[in-house]
């Protein structure tokens, strides 16, 4: 808060006038002289107090590099490990190998893997950076949750002070209404990495992620997607309701 500083205004008092009136109540009887009563001095006026300064928002972004997994059958369900190495970019130029992440996170090759091994694989990796377990895994079933996360994390004011860079958020949902899967259904993990979220309106706000399937595993499409906020949901929604199993379905 900027020091605010009072400004006081002298106020002198007025002199007093004598003012010697004679009047007769009885011949001859003197009236007592009338004294005015002084004026009260002006009340000290407080300077306005300063605006205090608000704080540049953080842009909702962070900085990764695209990844691919490997364009064969074996590694056909990989999102996990895809999606882990995004978002291990964005915290180190040094990301180990797609191997190294699968076996971190627990990847079954016929099935993929959960939230939770996945909450508990990412945090392993990055403690050789952080020293700490910087991400959680939440089971968040309204819209307002998840973009409260995408906030907290994308717009993170005490990473950025930390680590230089704010972070992503990878979230689970389901393919059939994603773009560059034509329709497509399967689980499927991505990393986001930008928000805008300033209009307030999920059919106009939008989320920027990274897909990192090959065609094999039937991705057909760029490296970054951007949809919108209701698109997210959508494909979040459907998540929830097909695989109740898992519930870790937001990162960050």
């Given amino acids: 808060m900027s020091a605010r500083d009072a400004a006081r ?42 605006p205090t300064p608000l704080a540049t928002p953080v842009p909702l972004t962070v900085a990764v590099t695209a990844f691919r997994e490997p364009n064969d059958y074996a590694h056909r369900n990989y999102c996990g490990a895809g999606a882990t190495e995004v978002l291990l970019s964005a915290w180190t130029p040094n990301r180990p190998g797609v191997e190294t992440v699968a076996r971190a996170i627990g990847i079954d090759p016929n099935s993929g893997t959960t939230g939770a091994r996945t909450v508990a694989g990412i945090n392993a990796l990055l403690h050789p950076w952080l020293g700490v377990d910087r991400y959680t895994g939440d089971h968040v079933t309204t819209l307002d949750g998840v973009l409260q996360r995408l906030r907290t994390d994308l717009g993170s004011r005490d990473d950025l002070q930390r680590y230089g860079h704010t972070a992503p958020v990878m979230v689970q949902a389901m393919t059939r209404t994603m773009p560059g899967w034509r329709g497509w259904q399967a689980t499927h993990m991505i990393t986001i990495s930008a928000a805008n979220l300033d209009i307030g309106n999920p059919d106009a706000d939008t989320v920027t992620y990274a897909e990192t399937p090959s065609t094999v595993a039937g991705y057909n499409g760029p490296d970054f997607q951007t949809i919108t906020v209701r698109a997210l949901w959508t494909a979040m929604q459907a998540f929830l309701a097909d695989d109740p199993g898992d519930p870790v379905n937001v990162i960050w």
């Avoid at 007025?14 to 007592?32: D, E, K, M, N, T």
Wanted: charged letters at 5%; a neutral charge.
């Fill in 9 to 50: 205004a002298a106020a002198g008092l007025p002199a007093l006038l004598l003012l010697s009136v004679l009047a007769g109540c009885a011949p001859g009887s003197p009236v007592a002289a009338q004294r005015p009563t002084p004026a009260d001095p002006p009340a000290a006026t407080p300077a306005p107090p300063s």
